[in-house]
C-alpha cells in the first residue's frame, strides 16, 4: 500500500492535464532545463501528464541535467534520474520515485542510456550534461553521432550558450581548444565579423545557417537565436562546398531554433560592463492535430557602453523560424533583420607594427583608442527557405534557396605604431560597402543493401553568388599622431560630399556538383565514405566607372574525400580521413606593389587519424592531422616596396585531445588540449622554408569546469581557463606575441520559488584583467577582451 504521504505528494506534483495523460512509451518532444530535481520532475509530469510520486526529503539537494529532444517518458526519466541514486517504477497511472534498492517483486523501470541516430533534419539530443550535442551535422552527409563522425566535430547546445552567456559565435569558440578569435566583431573591430583560427588556417565571415553557406549575417549574428553552434574541424570542400570567403580551418554552422511540442515563452533579461542593457525574448507554439506546424520567434536588443572607455554598442536582431512536419513532407522558413551600430570600436586590421620594432606591451583594452567619432553601422536582412520529401521510405529529394542583403558603413582609423614607446600614425578613412548573397542546392539522398552491405549515397549540386561593392577612394581622408598607451583625441573629419553608396566591384560565382556514398558492414562496426565534389569557381571584377565587368579567374577544381570509420567495441570508434578544401583566393593587401591583385582560389589537404571513446556521460577523443594549403607572403624588393607572393606552403601537423560530459554527478566538465607545429615550406627562393608559420600558437588550451554545490540546490559554479603559447608574427621569426592565460568564472542559480523556472547568471570575463595580444595577421596585432561582468535574468512563462 502507497503511504497516504506519498500519494499526497503525486496529487501535488500531478498536471492537471491528466485526462491526457500519455503512455511511459510515448514520445514527446522535451525541452527541460538542469534545475534542482524535484522542480525536473514537476516539469516532466506537467509535459507527459502521467502523476509521479516522490517524497520531497528523497529529493532534496539533488540536481536534475537537462534534457532535451524526442524521447519516450522512460527515456526522459532515465536521464533525469541518472546517478542520482533514484529508480522510477510504475503502478497503475503512477510512477513512484524510490532510492534505488528495488525488491524483487517489483518491476523498475531501466535506465536507458538514448543513443539513438539522427535523422536528416532533426537535431542529435543532447549529451549528458547539457552542454555538447550527441552528434553534428556533417554538410551533406547529414547528421551523425559523435562516434559515427569519421572528422574532428562538436556541437554546442542552446543550453550552453544561454549559461555562459554568449552573444556571438566567438563567445560559443572559446569553449575550444582547437579554435582560437582572431577579431571579435561585436564591439573590438570596426566593419569586422568574428575571425576565427582553426587548427591554425582562418576562417573568417563564413559561418553558415541550416548547413548552408550565404545566409548568415557576414558580419555578426547573435547567438540566442541558435540552437546549435557547430564546429567541424580541418577542410570540408565535399561536405559543405566552397566557402564565400577564407574558410581553410574549417567550418562552423549555426542551427536554427525551432518551435518544440511543449509551448515556450522565455524572457531574459542581462546586463554587460560597463552598461549595455539588453533584453531577449523566445516564443515557441505548434499547431495543428498533429503538431506539424512550428512557429517560433527570438528578438534580441542590447544598447550601453560596453567594457572599453568610450565604446558604444546598438543592436537589434529579430528571427522567425516556421517549420512543417508532415509524414513524407517536411519544411522550414527561417527569415531575420539585424542592425548593429558601434561607436568607437578598433580598426578592422586591429594595430599596426612598424618593421623591425619589437613588439610593444599590449595596450589596456578598457582604456579608448579609437576616436570618439568613429563608428561603424551594419544592417543584414536574410531568408532560408529548405524542403525535403520522401518518394519512398529510403529515398529523399531535397532543396533549399535563400541570401542575405548585408549593408555596412565604418568611419574609422587604421593605426600604426612607429616606436617602442607607443607612438603612432593614424590614418582615417571612410569605407561605404555592401554584399548581396544568393545561394541555392538541390539533391536526392538514400539507402540501400547490396551484398551484405549497406549503402548510404548522396547527390548534390548548389549555386552561391556574391556580391560586393566598396569604395576604396575614401581611404587617408585624414590622418594625425597619437599613442597606444596615451591616445589624442582631434575633431571629426568632414564626410561633406563622401557617397554612401558604392559601386559593384566584384562577383564570385561558385556552382558545384557532389557524390557521397557510405558503404558499411552490418553493424555498422566498419564503414567507409567516398566522394568527391566538382567546383566552378568564376571571379568577375568590375569598373567602378563604365560599370563593365571583366572575368579575372574562370576555374574548375575536383576536391576529393576518403574516411573510414571502425568501431571495434561498444563505446570505441577509431577513424581516418584524407579530404580537401577550396577557399577563396587572397587578394594582395594594401601598401604592396600588386595591392587588389586576386589570387587563385587555394586548395587544402588534410590527412587525420583519430579515436573517440564514450564512457557513457563522458566523451573523450584525440586525433591526429596534417593539413597543408598554399601561403601568400609579401616579399621585400629590396628597395624599401614589397610583391604579394603566393608560392608557398604551410604545413599544420598537430595533435588535438578534446573531452566534455559529466565526470560525476554534479560535475562537468568541457575542453582539451591542442600542440600544432605549423611550418613554411617552398617559400621563394627557400627564404623561409621550415620556419614557423606566423599567428599559429604551438600549444592551446581550454578547460571549463561546472559544479553543483549539493549544499544549495540550484546553484551552480563555473570556472574557466584558456591558456595560449607564443606566436610568431613574421615569416622570418624575429618577433612574436607572449603567451596568456585568460581566466573566466561565472554562477548560476535556478529556482522555482515564483512558481515557474527561474535562472539567474553571472559571469565574469578576463577575471584578473589581463592585458593581451589575441592574435596577429600580418603586421597587425588584435588585443584581447577587456574584463567584463554580465548579468541576466531569465523566466518562463
Known amino acids: ?6 500519494l499526497a505528494v503525486a496529487l501535488a506534483f500531478a498536471s492537471p492535464a491528466l485526462v491526457h495523460a500519455q503512455s511511459a512509451d510515448s514520445a514527446i518532444t522535451f525541452a527541460i532545463a538542469a534545475q534542482p530535481l524535484g522542480a525536473a520532475l514537476n516539469e516532466l509530469s506537467t509535459a507527459t501528464g502521467i502523476p509521479l510520486a516522490f517524497s520531497p526529503a528523497l529529493v532534496a539537494g539533488k540536481m536534475a541535467p537537462a534534457i532535451s529532444g524526442v524521447l519516450s517518458t522512460r527515456q526522459a526519466l532515465a536521464q533525469l534520474l541518472a546517478g542520482s541514486g533514484l529508480t522510477a517504477q510504475q503502478e497503475g497511472g503512477t510512477i513512484i520515485i524510490r532510492a534505488a534498492a528495488p525488491r524483487a517483486a517489483e518491476t523498475t523501470l531501466p535506465l536507458v542510456s538514448v543513443a539513438a541516430d539522427a535523422i536528416p533534419g532533426e537535431l542529435p539530443q543532447a549529451y549528458a550534461g547539457g552542454q555538447v550535442a550527441r552528434g553534428s551535422r556533417l554538410g551533406m552527409l547529414g547528421n551523425r553521432d559523435v562516434n559515427d563522425a569519421p572528422f574532428s566535430v562538436t556541437s554546442y547546445t542552446s543550453e550552453l550558450i544561454a549559461n555562459q552567456q554568449a552573444i556571438t559565435v566567438a563567445d560559443v569558440m572559446a569553449n575550444d581548444p582547437s579554435v582560437r578569435t582572431v577579431s571579435y566583431g561585436l564591439t573590438n573591430a570596426a566593419g569586422a565579423g568574428d575571425s576565427f583560427m582553426i587548427r591554425g588556417f582562418y576562417v573568417q565571415n563564413s559561418v553558415m545557417f541550416d548547413g548552408i553557406y550565404g545566409i548568415a549575417p557576414s558580419r555578426t549574428l547573435p547567438v540566442e537565436t541558435a540552437e546549435r553552434i557547430e564546429v567541424l574541424k580541418g577542410p570540408n570542400a565535399l561536405l559543405n562546398g566552397m566557402a564565400p570567403y577564407d574558410a581553410s580551418g574549417g567550418a562552423i554552422n549555426m ?16 546586463y554587460a560592463s560597463e552598461g549595455v542593457f539588453g533584453g531577449h525574448l523566445d516564443v515557441g507554439r505548434r499547431f495543428g492535430e498533429q503538431h506539424e506546424w512550428g512557429l517560433r520567434f ?7 557602453k560596453t567594457a572599453t572607455d568610450g565604446q558604444k554598442v546598438d543592436m537589434q536582431a529579430a528571427t522567425v523560424a516556421i517549420d512543417y512536419r508532415g509524414e513524407r513532407l517536411r519544411a522550414s522558413l527561417d527569415a531575420g533583420h539585424q542592425r548593429l551600430d558601434n561607436q568607437a570600436p578598433l580598426g578592422a586590421g586591429g594595430l599596426g607594427i612598424a618593421d623591425g620594432l619589437s613588439i610593444p606591451a599590449a595596450p589596456d583594452p578598457r582604456r579608448q583608442t579609437a576616436q570618439d567619432w568613429e563608428f561603424a553601422d551594419t544592417k543584414s536582412d536574410y531568408a532560408l527557405l529548405k524542403a525535403e520529401y520522401d518518394i519512398a521510405p529510403a529515398l529523399t529529394v531535397y532543396g533549399a534557396a535563400g541570401g542575405s542583403n548585408n549593408r555596412f558603413a565604418y568611419l574609422s582609423t587604421d593605426i600604426f605604431v612607429i616606436d617602442a614607446a607607443g607612438n603612432a600614425q593614424a590614418t582615417v578613412y571612410f569605407w ?14 538514400g539507402s540501400f543493401h547490396s551484398g551484405g552491405l549497406k549503402h548510404q549515397w548522396n547527390l548534390n549540386a548548389s549555386s552561391l553568388t556574391r556580391t560586393n561593392g566598396y569604395s576604396a577612394d575614401y581611404y587617408g581622408i585624414a590622418s594625425f599622431d597619437t599613442n597606444i598607451y596615451h591616445p589624442v583625441f582631434v575633431p571629426a573629419p568632414s564626410l561633406a560630399g563622401i557617397s ?18 557510405t558503404i558499411s558492414t552490418a553493424g555498422e562496426r566498419i564503414a567507409v565514405t567516398l566522394g568527391a565534389r566538382h567546383q566552378q569557381v568564376k571571379n568577375t571584377a568590375y569598373n567602378t566607372s563604365t560599370g563593365r565587368g571583366a572575368t579575372v579567374y574562370d576555374q574548375s577544381a575536383t576536391t576529393p574525400m576518403l574516411a573510414v570509420l571502425f568501431k571495434p567495441q561498444t563505446g570505441l570508434a577509431l577513424y581516418g580521413n584524407y579530404i580537401e578544401g577550396l577557399s577563396q583566393g587572397d587578394t594582395a593587401p594594401i601598401g604592396t606593389t600588386n595591392a587588389g591583385q586576386v589570387f587563385a582560389p587555394k586548395e587544402t589537404k588534410q590527412y587525420e587519424l583519430g579515436a573517440k571513446y564514450d564512457f557513457g556521460r563522458f566523451s573523450t577523443a584525440a586525433a591526429l592531422f596534417q593539413i597543408t594549403r598554399p601561403s601568400g607572403l609579401a616579399i621585400s624588393n629590396g628597395d624599401g616596396s614589397a610583391t604579394y607572393k603566393v608560392d608557398g606552403e604551410q604545413r599544420n601537423r598537430g595533435v588535438e585531445l578534446t573531452f566534455f560530459g559529466e565526470l560525476a554527478p554534479g560535475v562537468r566538465a568541457l575542453g582539451g588540449v591542442v600542440y600544432t607545429d605549423a611550418r613554411l615550406t617552398h617559400t621563394d627562393r627557400g627564404l623561409y622554408d621550415d620556419n614557423f608559420a606566423p599567428n599559429v600558437a604551438r600549444r592551446q588550451l ?32 624575429t618577433r612574436s606575441i607572449p603567451g596568456t592565460t585568460r581566466w573566466d568564472a561565472g554562477a548560476r542559480y535556478a529556482s522555482t520559488a515564483w512558481g515557474r523556472p527561474l535562472m539567474l547568471r553571472a559571469s565574469i570575463t578576463n577575471l584578473f584583467a589581463r592585458d593581451y595580444w589575441a592574435s596577429g595577421s600580418g603586421a597587425w596585432l588584435y588585443q584581447g577582451q577587456p574584463r567584463s561582468v554580465a548579468l541576466s535574468a531569465t523566466l518562463d512563462f
Not at 500 to 517: I, N, R
Request: avoid cysteine; hydrophobic fraction near 35%; glycine fraction near 6%.
Open 1 to 6: 500500500m502507497r503511504h497516504p504521504l506519498s
Open 255 to 270: 542551427a536554427p531554433k525551432r518551435a518544440d511540442d511543449k509551448p515556450l515563452t522565455r524572457l531574459t533579461a542581462n
Open 298 to 304: 527570438n528578438g534580441v536588443y542590447r544598447n550601453g
Open 432 to 445: 561605404p560597402n555592401y554584399d548581396r548573397h544568393r545561394s541555392a542546392q538541390a539533391g536526392l539522398r
Open 500 to 517: 554612401y553608396t558604392p559601386p559593384k566591384t566584384d562577383k564570385l560565382e561558385l556552382t558545384s556538383y557532389a557524390v557521397a556514398d
Open 702 to 733: 581550454n578547460i571549463g569546469a561546472e559544479y553543483d554545490v549539493a549544499a544549495l540546490a540550484g546553484l551552480t559554479l563555473t570556472a574557466r581557463m584558456i591558456a595560449t603559447s607564443a606566436q610568431v608574427v613574421d615569416p622570418d621569426n
